[in-house]
């Protein structure tokens, strides 16, 4: 219980003081060094947001494993995404070239027009009947797939990932 002359203490809506500021800049100063800002962060953000359509359903990632190739030291990253109406599964594996080549299977299985969106600029493609699909010579970056299924009326967007 406060005296009745006491003054009240500072609330949300009170401006703040040098004191505040003080304190403010030393936070940020301790973030900056502990957890700095990933470089990329703001790219990510951008090539997230550039979203043409307005109504997307955006899946998400239900499992990614890295798996060693058969021969040599090749590695490939399995990632799989999930939404209500739609699966993709994404098999990730290099070229001698320095590329990447995507061989995708999408559930329900139908052809569907498929675009890759890359920090190089987007990769038209679709799948077949079966649902299968694949994008060769792709670059290294953020990628991320917009799938629009024919029987549906929203597309269907992967998050963004970096390949």
């Not at 990447?100 to 299985?109: A, E, K, S, Y």
Request: aromatic residues 4%.
């Amino acid at each position: 219980m406060t005296p009745r002359n006491a003054p009240e203490p500072p609330g949300a809506g009170d401006l703040l003081d040098e004191i505040d500021h003080e304190l403010l800049k030393s936070l940020r100063e301790l973030w900056t060094a502990v957890d700095p800002m990933p470089p990329t962060l703001v790219e990510q953000i951008k090539f997230a947001v550039e979203l043409e359509d307005v109504d997307v359903e955006v899946m998400r990632v239900r499992e990614e494993e890295q798996l060693a190739a058969a021969r040599g030291d090749e590695r490939t990253r399995l990632i799989t995404f999930d939404s209500e109406s739609l699966t993709i599964m994404v098999n990730v594996r290099p070229n001698k070239n320095g590329t990447i080549r995507l061989d995708g299977w999408l559930t329900p299985p139908a052809s569907h027009s498929i675009e890759l969106r890359t920090s190089d600029g987007p990769i038209m493609t679709s799948s077949d009947d079966g649902g299968r699909f694949v994008v060769d010579d792709v670059p290294h970056g953020m990628t991320q797939l917009v799938v629009r299924p024919v029987a549906h009326t929203s597309t269907v967007s992967t998050p963004t990932i970096s390949l």
